[in-house]
């Protein structure tokens, strides 16, 4: 079906393999010079209308009209860009609990129609079988994604702020020696070298006694 055209209001047309209405719509140019388009979809012409409307409502009033982008385009940016100079241990870290948590938990919702209560719907999810330090640091990842989105127009307003941290599992309990347990096996260690060395390198170094064992 040919597009059809409202003056001022961008245009309409049918799309018969995705069976909807698609507007699209000039939103001006990028830097580069590249035209920008922007473009909405829906089952009826006239949601699609309307959706094209608030498109440009949005961009007539400096708001974001991205509305494609996702959560997973917002986490994949900052990982690029975002953590950039940090030490390579957080870097993988922050990488690593991205891919596994964040981005297949909410990556495919689109940004700006993203809502605290599914952001706390996700996070209770997590907190059945993660730390509350990791849920933390999913949260942290999360914010931070879409602070860096919103300083771009990307979206209007960062929900994740909007969502207290639950409380998570139990940590690892630590397999250090105590201060008290360490007296206590040098005593029985008595003028042994090798065991000497066992206890008190942990003590100086912080090492982990599993460590080494190892």
Same mark, same amino acid.
């Given at each position: 079906?040919?597009?059809?055209?409202?003056?001022?209001?961008?245009?309409?047309?049918?799309?018969?393999?995705?069976? &909807?209405?698609?507007?699209?719509?000039?939103?001006?140019?990028?830097?580069?010079?590249?035209?920008?388009?922007? +473009?909405?979809?829906?089952?009826?012409?006239?949601? %699609?209308?309307?959706?094209?409307?608030?498109?440009?409502?949005?961009?007539?009033?400096?708001?974001?009209?991205?509305?494609?982008?996702?959560?997973?385009?917002?986490?994949?940016?900052?990982?690029?860009?975002?953590?950039?100079? &940090?030490?390579?241990?957080?870097?993988?870290?922050? +990488?690593?609990?991205?891919? +596994?948590?964040?981005?297949?938990?909410?990556?495919?919702?689109?940004?700006? #129609?993203?809502?605290?209560? #599914?952001?706390?719907?996700?996070?209770?999810?997590?907190?059945?079988?993660?730390?509350?330090?990791?849920?933390?640091?999913?949260?942290?990842?999360?914010?931070?994604?879409? *602070?860096?989105?919103?300083?771009?127009?990307?979206?209007?307003?960062?929900?994740?702020?909007?969502?207290?941290?639950?409380?998570?599992?139990?940590?690892?309990?630590?397999?250090?020696?105590?201060?008290?347990?360490? #007296?206590?096996?040098? *005593?029985? %260690?008595?003028?042994?070298?090798?065991?000497? %060395?066992?206890?008190?390198?942990?003590?100086?170094?912080?090492?982990?006694?599993?460590?080494?064992?190892?």
């Amino acid at each position: 079906m040919a597009t059809r055209r409202s003056n001022g209001e961008g245009g309409l047309s049918w799309n018969e393999a995705r069976q &909807r209405w698609v507007g699209r719509v000039s939103l001006g140019y990028n830097a580069d010079g590249k035209r920008r388009i922007g +473009t909405v979809s829906a089952r009826t012409k006239t949601e %699609a209308k309307n959706k094209l409307r608030a498109l440009l409502r949005d961009h007539d009033d400096g708001l974001p009209t991205q509305r494609a982008y996702t959560v997973g385009d917002a986490v994949e940016t900052w990982l690029v860009h975002g953590l950039v100079g &940090r030490d390579p241990n957080t870097v993988a870290n922050r +990488t690593s609990l991205a891919r +596994t948590h964040v981005i297949p938990g909410l990556g495919k919702r689109r940004l700006a #129609e993203l809502t605290a209560a #599914e952001i706390d719907r996700w996070l209770a999810d997590k907190a059945t079988t993660l730390s509350t330090d990791t849920l933390q640091r999913l949260l942290s990842i999360l914010r931070q994604s879409i *602070r860096r989105a919103q300083a771009r127009d990307l979206v209007k307003r960062n929900v994740a702020l909007l969502c207290d941290l639950p409380k998570g599992q139990p940590g690892r309990p630590s397999k250090s020696l105590t201060r008290e347990q360490a #007296e206590r096996l040098l *005593r029985a %260690a008595g003028d042994n070298p090798t065991m000497n %060395a066992y206890v008190v390198v942990p003590l100086l170094t912080g090492a982990r006694t599993e460590e080494l064992r190892a």
